[in-house]
């Protein structure tokens, strides 16, 4: 695949090597002709069965006009020899899944700042009109900058361009671990709230050391998340500070019209919690 890749690219990307793989796409670390790194992003062959390759490059630039520090930037996309692909900003660092593997649940003050990283990168996304749909540990990077998240737009794009094929696929749009109910019953007017949802349920994994719904069975889990009661962290992390426990569990309300209003209104509540 490195080598096909790299044959395509030339004269336009210098492709170093594959970094990652995630559920849309493999990653390649690349060079633009400034010299610059970045994050060379190539679909899946088996989503592409499903999804109109030009509409999803339509809809992908809807996400260029974002431009925030804790925001990986979408700088490029197209096609090249029938591979469809998106170029990021590169941002160096461990993602959170990562970081949460290796040590399970973070300190509360770290955890703060995660928290204020990505709402606030939410806040800003929102008010272009652009809902992220997939916020989970392995798409926050965190960066000697802060906290930043990767692949906005990709599941709206994916979504967009889908087929009916797409679930038959067996392809998911999002992450049942971090999914909200509207997300998991596939309502048309999902709106900015969904996320605030998956923003609750990465932060009480970084608190608690596992999500708030656990099942070996996916099905299970999707349906937890819709009828079971968002869960107390503080059963599992008693020094988790009452305001940032309460603002957990309000982000994870069933009901989209529980949860905060806005990303940045929980950010500026989580912002002023005793730590």
């Known amino acids: 695949m490195l080598a096909l890749v790299r044959q395509a690219f030339t004269g336009?990307?210098?492709?170093?090597?594959?970094?990652?793989?995630g559920g849309n796409a493999r990653i390649f670390l690349a060079r633009d002709p400034s010299g610059q790194a970045v994050a060379l992003k190539i679909l899946h062959p088996e989503l592409l069965v499903s999804v109109a390759a030009d509409r999803f490059l339509r809809e992908i630039k809807i996400a260029t006009r974002l431009d925030h520090p804790h925001i990986a930037k979408i700088l490029d996309s197209g096609e090249r020899d029938w591979l469809v692909y998106y170029v990021m900003s590169f941002v160096e660092g461990a993602t959170l899944r990562e970081r949460l593997d290796a040590q399970r649940c973070l300190p509360v003050a770290e955890t703060l700042r995660i928290a204020c990283d990505v709402l606030d990168a939410l806040g800003h996304a929102h008010g272009h009109g652009i809902i992220h749909r997939d916020v989970k540990p392995a798409n926050i990077v965190l960066s000697a900058e802060g906290a930043v998240l990767l692949d906005f737009g990709i599941a709206r794009a994916v979504v967009a361009s889908g087929s009916d094929q797409l679930t038959k696929s067996g392809i998911a749009v999002g992450t049942s671990t971090y999914m909200s109910?509207?997300?998991?019953?596939?309502?048309?007017?999902?709106d900015h709230r969904s996320d605030i949802y998956s923003v609750g349920c990465v932060l009480f994994e970084c608190l608690g050391g596992q999500p708030p719904f656990m099942h070996r069975n996916e099905a299970v889990v999707l349906q937890q998340h819709l009828t079971q009661p968002p869960p107390d962290v503080t059963t599992l992390r008693s020094d988790t500070p009452r305001e940032l426990a309460a603002g957990i569990k309000k982000a994870m309300a069933k009901s989209p019209g529980e949860r905060w209003r806005s990303a940045l209104e929980m950010r500026?509540?989580?912002?002023?919690?005793?730590?």
């Open 12 to 21: 336009r990307y210098e492709v170093d090597r594959e970094i990652g793989k």
């Open 181 to 190: 109910p509207e997300q998991i019953t596939a309502l048309a007017d999902i």
């Open 268 to 275: 500026d509540v989580l912002a002023a919690c005793p730590v």
